[in-house]
Structure formats: structure tokens, C-alpha cells
């Protein structure tokens, strides 16, 4: 009860001064915010079409390298727990660790592998449009 009660004190201080308290305990981290992928590249802009945005928990079992692949859409995530490397097909490299987030490379080779003794848990956002892939394997 106490976090709807939370919740609703949260809307109710965005027009008055209900609930001062409890809206002060609001904490927020920009994980990311980028108009770049993680290799520095410009983002393309956004397709047009019906917009579907997908979002995928992803896991990774230790020592398990993911098939070459690109993204012909946004995406971003943030590893949940374990270590992800990412490499492109010209060797760019990455290296992520539980909490870092990325802003992948949009029509660009690459891969994902956990080079870690635990399985590597990523949670991914991708804004892409409705009857299109978002990722494509090699």
C-alpha cells in the first residue's frame, strides 16, 4: 500500500506541495543520453512507419560467444549483472560490467560474448517500426 500511496503523492507534488517528503526520496540517474553509439558513430534518424519499441531481458551463459549481427534500429541497454564484451567486425571493443549501459551500433557487425564465470543479464530497448526486424544475423 505504502508504494501506491508513494506513487500518488509523487503526481499529486508535481502540481502542489503533497507529500514534499516523500518526493524528495526521488532518485534518478541518467544511465545514458547520447545522440552517438558507443563506437562514436551518429545515431541514424528514426524510421518511418508505425513505431514498435521492444524491450528484451537478455541472458548469456559464461563462455558463450552470441552469432556476428547488426541492429538496423536504436537500441540501449543496461547490464543487469555479469560482464559483456561487444566487438565489432573491425575489432572495435567494448568492455561492460553490471550496472554500465550502451548505446549500440546501428547497422554495424558485431557481436556480444561473456568472457565472465556468470551468466550476463542485459536488459535491451529498441525503438524500431512495426513488421521490421530489429536485429538481422550474418
Same mark, same amino acid.
Given at each position: 500500500?505504502?508504494?501506491v ?5 509523487f503526481?499529486l507534488?508535481?502540481?502542489?506541495? =503533497?507529500? $514534499?517528503q ?9 544511465? $545514458?543520453?547520447?545522440s $552517438? ?14 513505431? !514498435?519499441i521492444?524491450?528484451?531481458r537478455? !541472458? ?7 552469432p556476428?549481427?547488426?541492429?538496423? =534500429? ?5 547490464l ?5 564484451t ?5 575489432? !572495435? ?5 553490471a ?6 551500433v ?22 524500431g ?7 538481422i544475423k550474418?
Open positions: 500500500m505504502k508504494k500511496l508513494c506513487g500518488i503523492c503526481i507534488a508535481l502540481t502542489s506541495n =503533497v507529500c $514534499a516523500e518526493v524528495n526520496a526521488v532518485k534518478v540517474d541518467v544511465l $545514458a543520453k547520447t $552517438a553509439s558507443w563506437d562514436g558513430r551518429a545515431l541514424p534518424d528514426y524510421a518511418k512507419g508505425k513505431p !514498435e521492444t524491450i528484451l537478455i !541472458e548469456i551463459p559464461p563462455k558463450v560467444e552470441l556476428l549481427h547488426e541492429h538496423p =534500429v536504436i537500441n540501449a541497454g543496461v543487469l549483472k555479469g560482464e559483456l561487444v566487438v565489432t567486425k573491425d575489432k !572495435e571493443t567494448l568492455h561492460l560490467k550496472g554500465d549501459s550502451i548505446v549500440e546501428v547497422d554495424k557487425w558485431h557481436y556480444g560474448k561473456n568472457e565472465g564465470n556468470e551468466p550476463a543479464e542485459i536488459i535491451v530497448f529498441y525503438a517500426v512495426q513488421g521490421s526486424p530489429i536485429s550474418k
